[in-house]
């Protein structure tokens, strides 16, 4: 603001109070272009893969364009290199100075993105400091590297211990070879890099009980570096899936309903699932083509009675337990999914309970694994869920003609999602990120985060043992209409599947 503008804006204040305030206003906008560690707010995905680095030695951020994947990436680095952690993080600490690595593709594209993120434009001195490490902290000049103009090898920051981090900048371009020699506290990789990069770098940290952090987009389908994220994830290794859909509108977000749009529109077909939402070009390898726009739907209000609903479920022997109810408009042979249950580690009474807050009165169809006997009671699974007053089937779901194939259902589901007879509420993200990993490996279906996929293949598979029970709460209208007489009683599963 100008000396003209303050005076307009504050009439009645004298020149002292006026100089005072412009000094106050100037401060301000330094702040805010110098500081802009201080107002950096992650989106909840970003804080999800943020949060993650307590517990995860490696770690994934596979987003689509422009999501915000290299701003996320880069107030992690700072935040290391500073050690100015908020007073609500919930990630990985270092109490002393930190060595971090950064690197991107080539040297210029380093260069150009993770560099400007950290410490402003390249080349432009009055600009330095304007990225996200405040320009307070560096520590003399950075020193630079061969070959790409204004592009930097070292830089040094303060460490809110007293001492000084440094942060070394990289390219995937120079081989393996350059990412051997110290060990670090950290690694930022942004962009995919090759797998002999990736083994390297992560070599890096094991001294120190470092961690490493990605950002890319995943462009290359469903690579080396990608499968080990989505298909062999350990205790201390895990990804975020983020999708254009996850960036909140403004104020908060940086992305208008247009903007998005424009976006969509403007890429390929067949780069929009990766470019858009984060999702491997998984090619002939993805179970489900039809684009996602095709099935979500706004939530459902109201079900009419007459709808038939089925819950499916997936015990969880061995990886989570996972519950999908369905409502079946038959007059329009449409299947809606409308609530999903997904639990680790809980006990049955507990799975029990979430799905009878849903839906109590539901038949509950269930896998062949639920006639086998507990080790620890000699009881079939399936008989102790019914315990707990959930109403199974009489025997696991089956099709008419006693088969239990897997491709049948898959068939099914892929013929309803192309003719648009089945929808997903769009708040089930859970489900929703299933489906967009759902994918075949050497002919077979990788079994891994598919539970509430396998839930609902069974809900297909059993859908001619829907029944039209009343699901009340929120649900439920004040009309006698489509009710079921109090008090009746009647055998749901009538028929044995």
């Not at 080349?123 to 560096?138: A, H, T, W, Y």
């Not at 900048?169 to 990789?189: H, N, P, T, Y």
């Not at 950002?215 to 899936?241: C, K, N, Q, S």
Request: with cysteine.
């Amino acid at each position: 603001m100008t000396d003209a503008g303050a005076l307009n804006a504050y009439p009645n204040k004298s020149p002292a109070e006026l100089r005072a305030i412009l000094d106050t206003l100037e401060a301000a906008v330094e702040r805010k272009h110098f500081w802009r560690l201080d107002f950096f707010h992650p989106y909840l995905k970003q804080a999800e893969f943020l949060a993650m680095g307590r517990v995860k030695r490696e770690r994934l951020l596979m987003a689509g364009n422009r999501l915000g994947k290299t701003e996320c990436g880069a107030y992690e680095a700072t935040l290391h290199a500073t050690g100015l952690y908020p007073k609500d993080w919930k990630g990985r600490t270092f109490d002393a100075p930190t060595l971090g690595w950064v690197a991107g593709q080539t040297a210029q594209e380093t260069r150009d993105v993770c560099q400007v993120k950290l410490c402003g434009p390249a080349g432009v001195d009055s600009m330095f400091g304007s990225g996200m490490i405040p320009r307070e902290l560096f520590v003399d000049k950075p020193s630079l590297t061969r070959g790409v103009t204004d592009a930097y090898d070292t830089i040094q920051v303060k460490h809110a211990s007293g001492g000084v981090s440094l942060i070394r900048f990289k390219s995937f371009e120079q081989g393996r070879a350059k990412f051997q020699g110290e060990g670090c506290d950290w690694v930022w990789l942004d962009e995919e890099p090759p797998l002999d990069v990736y083994a390297e770098a992560l070599a890096r940290i094991g001294e120190k009980d470092g961690l490493i952090f990605v950002t890319f987009t995943p462009i290359d389908g469903p690579t080396a570096v990608v499968l080990r994220f989505t298909d062999e994830p350990t205790h201390d290794r895990a990804y975020v899936p983020m999708t254009i859909d996850d960036v909140p509108l403004p104020p908060v977000g940086h992305l208008t309903s247009e903007a998005k749009q424009r976006m969509l529109d403007g890429y390929l077909p067949h780069e929009r699932e990766a470019r858009a939402r984060g999702v491997p070009a998984l090619g002939s390898g993805r179970i489900f083509t039809t684009a996602e726009e095709m099935i979500v739907e706004a939530p459902l209000e109201y079900i009419p009675a007459h709808w038939h609903k089925l819950w499916g479920i997936d015990f969880g022997i061995g990886h989570p337990f996972a519950a999908v109810l369905v409502a079946w408009d038959k007059d329009n042979d449409r299947i809606h999914v409308l609530e999903t249950v997904r639990m680790a580690d809980a006990l049955i009474i507990s799975h029990a309970a979430a799905m009878k807050r849903i839906g109590a009165a539901v038949p509950v169809a269930w896998p062949r694994d639920g006639s086998e006997r507990d080790r620890n009671t000699g009881e079939p699974l399936a008989s102790q869920y019914k315990k707990h007053e959930l109403r199974m089937a009489s025997s696991h779901a089956a099709w008419e003609d006693g088969s239990v194939s897997t491709w049948a259902g898959i068939k099914e589901w892929d013929e309803r999602e192309k003719t648009g007879r089945l929808k997903v509420a769009a708040h089930l993200t859970d489900w929703i990120e299933e489906r967009r990993f759902y994918h075949m490996k050497d002919g077979a279906i990788v079994k891994l985060k598919d539970d509430l996929m396998s839930a609902t293949r069974i809900c297909l598979m059993a859908k001619r043992f829907a029944r039209a029970v009343p699901l009340g709460g929120k649900w439920e209208r004040s009309s006698a209409t489509g009710r079921i007489a109090e008090g009746t009683d009647f055998d749901v599963f009538a028929v044995g599947m």
